[in-house]
């Protein structure tokens, strides 16, 4: 597709249940991130992939948190036993390399997958 | 670890005005990269405009320009004859270039609004 692409656009979850995050990159990209965007808030890192490997997960919040990218492009996000507070709009985005390289390194970010957890 | 304040939750400017986003931010770090975004309603995040910390001249693009004081940590984004699709919330974000971590670390927001 012409951009990154996020599914479902809203979810809602009673408190408890497992819910998961589906992230299309945008063809092509190496790069891809997960943020965290809780209302009135800036967005929050989560975790960061170069192709399938998960090179950095510090910013998971909790183990009931699980991120993947089994062929270097779909990505899940996946939360298990849902709480309020997990209650946030989950961005992805991707870029073509490294996003230290400026030139071919510029971040796209996805519309956004709106959480609400009952 | 570093941080990002963005002192002002909300700004307001009429149409072909001129408004100022103030962003500061801490780091012990000497090369990082500096940046804006602005996220529309509803619409995903877009990037404004960068700055790499090693460079002196204040990066611009097009109605966009910013004031870049190393020295202070200080990085504001300057938006001249504001427009009526320019109502967004504002990002300034930092990138370290040191470690592994490719992360962006983002202020607050300040929610702007151009009035007609």
């Known amino acids: 597709g012409a951009g990154v692409s996020q599914s479902p656009r809203y979810k809602v979850a009673k408190r408890g249940q497992d819910v998961a995050l589906r992230c299309d990159p945008i063809?092509?990209?190496?790069?891809l991130f997960w943020y965290q965007q809780a209302l009135g808030q800036g967005p929050e890192f989560l975790t960061y992939?170069?192709?399938?490997?998960?090179?950095?997960k510090s910013g998971l919040p909790s183990d009931r948190f699980f991120a993947e990218r089994p062929e270097g492009s779909v990505s899940t996000l996946k939360i298990q036993r849902t709480q309020q507070e997990d209650s946030a709009v989950y961005l992805c985005?991707?870029?073509?390399?490294?996003?230290?390289?400026?030139?071919?390194?510029?971040?796209?970010f996805g519309e956004g997958s709106r959480l609400t957890v009952l | 670890a570093q941080t990002v304040t963005q002192s002002q939750p909300e700004m307001s400017v009429q149409e072909a005005e001129t408004v100022t986003l103030s962003c500061t931010y801490d780091?012990?770090?000497?090369?990082?990269?500096l940046f804006w975004y602005k996220q529309p309603p509803s619409r995903q995040m877009i990037l404004v405009i960068r700055?790499?910390?090693?460079?002196?001249q204040n990066a611009t693009e097009n109605r966009f320009s910013v004031n870049f004081q190393k020295a202070a940590k200080s990085f504001s984004l300057k938006i001249s004859d504001s427009q009526l699709g320019d109502t967004a919330m504002y990002f300034c974000?930092?990138?370290?270039?040191?470690?592994?971590?490719?992360?962006?670390?983002f202020g607050k927001g300040t929610k702007l609004t151009v009035n007609p």
């Open positions: 992939f170069q192709n399938e490997a998960q090179l950095d």
């Open positions: 700055q790499e910390a090693y460079k002196q």
């Open positions: 974000a930092f990138m370290s270039l040191q470690g592994g971590s490719e992360k962006l670390v």
């Open positions: 063809s092509g990209h190496v790069s």
């Open positions: 985005a991707s870029s073509l390399t490294s996003p230290r390289d400026l030139i071919t390194g510029e971040l796209f």
């Open positions: 780091t012990s770090e000497n090369n990082y990269y």
